[in-house]
């Protein structure tokens, strides 16, 4: 193993954890608000903060409309801002169905946040429909952007087998997405191994994880188990 100082490091087993990175938007001042009205997660903690308040959701796909559908029960209004035509192709069609039948959701189809305005915390979003190029400007104080996340395993391109959007496979998924090419022991890969024997991946930069705080406790919990498998195999 090579660190980025050009250092060489000796080691018998690997866990990488590097995490994912949010998708974020391409508008002016959004570092400025994240945290004070620019949120990238919907949990309970803050829908309280916007009890009966108009909001926002950016994103058209499952965690968006998993956000809009839970922020509906506290929230007055969630405006869903959508880039493209429809949600079918990125949603599922029971959150479509349950998205068009509540009254508290506005889907906006071809719409995108260009502007948002305050003093510290967020007070102003401007938004822009595309078809027409109208912009718009609300008094909405909360933005829920649920874009995504990027896996920060670029660095391992080349050296580990990666899913098609750049998650680390492990264990069962090596063969069922990379065709079992790339495992080369007879023994199978174990439930957190990568296509690199003794190296493992934890967290949400592995493929398959479900992206939640618990599960990447619990895979770290399995990983120490594991790596003293492969090094008693040594």
Not at 171 to 186: I, K, Y
């Amino acid at each position: 193993m090579v660190l980025d100082n050009g250092n060489g490091l000796a080691a018998r087993a690997v866990v990488i954890a590097t995490g994912a990175q949010y998708n974020k938007p391409r508008i002016a001042d959004l570092e400025q608000f994240e945290g004070q009205g620019i949120y990238y997660g919907a949990t309970y903690m803050e829908s309280q903060l916007c009890e009966e308040e108009e909001i926002v959701v950016v994103g058209g796909g499952n965690s968006a409309g998993q956000a809009a559908v839970f922020l509906s029960q506290t929230a007055r209004k969630v405006h869903m801002l959508v880039r493209s035509d429809e949600l079918s192709d990125t949603m599922s069609r029971y959150l479509i169905q349950r998205i068009e039948e509540n009254p508290q959701i506005s889907l906006h189809l071809r719409t995108e946040i260009v502007g948002l305005e305050g003093d510290a915390p967020l007070e102003r979003v401007t938004w822009q429909e595309k078809t027409s190029g109208e912009n718009s400007v609300h008094d909405i104080r909360h933005v829920f952007i649920m874009a995504g996340a990027s896996p920060r395993a670029e660095w391992l391109r080349g050296c580990v087998a990666l899913d098609a959007k750049g998650f680390i496979l492990t264990g069962r998924d090596l063969d069922t997405e990379s065709g079992g090419s790339v495992w080369t022991l007879a023994r199978s890969p174990q439930m957190l191994e990568t296509s690199l024997p003794g190296v493992f991946a934890v967290g949400d930069v592995r493929s398959g994880n479900v992206k939640r705080v618990a599960s990447a406790v619990g895979e770290r919990a399995i990983a120490v188990h594991l790596v003293h498998r492969a090094l008693a195999e040594l």
